[in-house]
């Protein structure tokens, strides 16, 4: 897992969420709990969405680091594809187990 991938732009908020203004911490708390959705929202109907202005995203993501918000945004899609591709290899190994035989399993190895 390269650096990218393990400091990703939910961890940047999270880190920055203390000292950010209320409309950033509004954008901040949207992005965290609908990443899935944000992810395909631009800075103007991410802003139409929380009744914030299109500029207010873009210094939103300049204030993650971005340079500008379609960086950001890339950055929020590959952290998306790298939290599917866990899922997906946790699928791959215990897709057709149920929870009990996978916790079974796992108190085994220990």
């Known amino acids: 897992m390269n650096l990218g991938q393990t400091y990703d732009v939910l961890d940047r908020i999270e880190e920055r969420y203390a000292k950010m203004s209320k ?11 609908h990443y899935d959705q944000a992810v395909f929202m631009t800075a103007a109907k991410l802003g139409e969405t929380l009744g914030i202005s299109e500029s207010t995203v873009v210094r939103f993501a300049a204030g993650l680091g971005y340079d ?18 866990d899922v997906q290899r ?16 796992s108190e085994e190895r220990r």
């Open 90 to 105: 946790i699928d791959n190994k215990y897709g057709k187990s149920s929870q009990s035989e996978i916790l079974i399993r």
């Open 68 to 85: 500008g918000y379609p960086k950001m945004q890339r950055a929020l899609e590959d952290c998306i594809k790298g939290k599917l591709n």
């Open 23 to 33: 409309s950033h911490k509004a954008i901040g708390d949207y992005i965290l709990e």
